[in-house]
């Protein structure tokens, strides 16, 4: 069973460019988190995804950040006109759709360096 | 969510056993304690989650006290391999998670 599959795992842009990272959940996961991690702190939540659904999205900037989870297909995390602040790990994990406690399962992370 | 606290760094030695306290006074009653390790440019990985007195898996132990207003993460015998950063997670252990900044575990030779 393949774990938390994320793409590229390594991103390049520069500022004003769109960045798009992937995120494929574990196998019967259907609950997706993503996490942005700037150097030297702790994980922030961003945003709470069930299959065409935003749950939770308390921790997303309010501008240039979206992001979405279609019936098909991988979860994207999408930010417009990238800035230099954007520069951190953006991690995705997900969840088995069984409510109650659980672990998430995170994935490798995708590095988003902006120039 | 209740806030955590946590030291900010630990060394320790192979073979010895590392205790790691998180304190976090504010648990309400249907918080869980969750621990996750994170090693260089990875993602986070479960350790260990517990409600009330021990629980105790492969990997660690993690004993919290009638109060729960704390909690220890121990860790038989660590290994050069246990170096990374441990977080604890206080929350009801689903939706998002709060990570405060973890402690950071160096294990030398």
């Known amino acids: 069973n393949a774990g938390v599959m994320q793409n590229p795992r390594h991103l390049v842009r520069r500022r004003g460019q769109e960045a798009r990272l992937r995120c494929s959940p574990m196998?019967?996961?259907?609950?997706v988190y993503w996490y942005r991690q700037l150097p030297e702190e702790g994980l922030k939540f961003m945003v709470y995804?069930?299959?065409?659904?935003?749950?939770?999205e308390s921790g997303m900037p309010k501008e240039r950040f979206s992001a979405e989870f279609p019936k098909e297909g991988p979860s994207i995390l999408r930010i417009q006109q990238v800035v230099r602040g954007d520069s951190a790990a953006y991690f995705c994990?997900?969840?088995?759709?069984?409510?109650?406690?659980?672990?998430?399962?995170f994935g490798p992370g995708t590095r988003l360096t902006v120039l | 969510l209740a806030k955590t606290t946590q030291p900010i760094s630990m060394d320790s030695y192979e073979g010895q056993e590392v205790n790691i306290t998180c304190s976090h006074n504010?648990?309400?009653?249907?918080?869980?304690i969750t621990w996750y390790q994170q090693f260089p440019s990875q993602g986070p990985r479960f350790i260990i989650q517990?409600?009330?007195t021990k629980v105790t898996n492969e990997v660690a132990s993690l004993f919290i006290p009638a109060d729960r207003k704390s909690s220890t993460l121990s860790l038989p015998r660590v290994s050069l391999s246990d170096t990374a950063v441990y977080y604890c997670?206080?929350?009801?252990?689903?939706?998002?998670?709060?990570f405060g900044t973890g402690t950071r575990l160096l294990v030398s030779p």
């Open positions: 994990a997900s969840s088995p759709p069984d409510r109650g406690v659980e672990e998430q399962f």
């Open positions: 196998k019967g996961h259907s609950h």
């Open positions: 995804l069930q299959k065409e659904n935003i749950i939770d």
């Open positions: 504010n648990i309400a009653t249907n918080d869980y």
């Open positions: 517990g409600y009330k």
């Open positions: 997670l206080v929350g009801p252990g689903f939706q998002k998670l709060v």
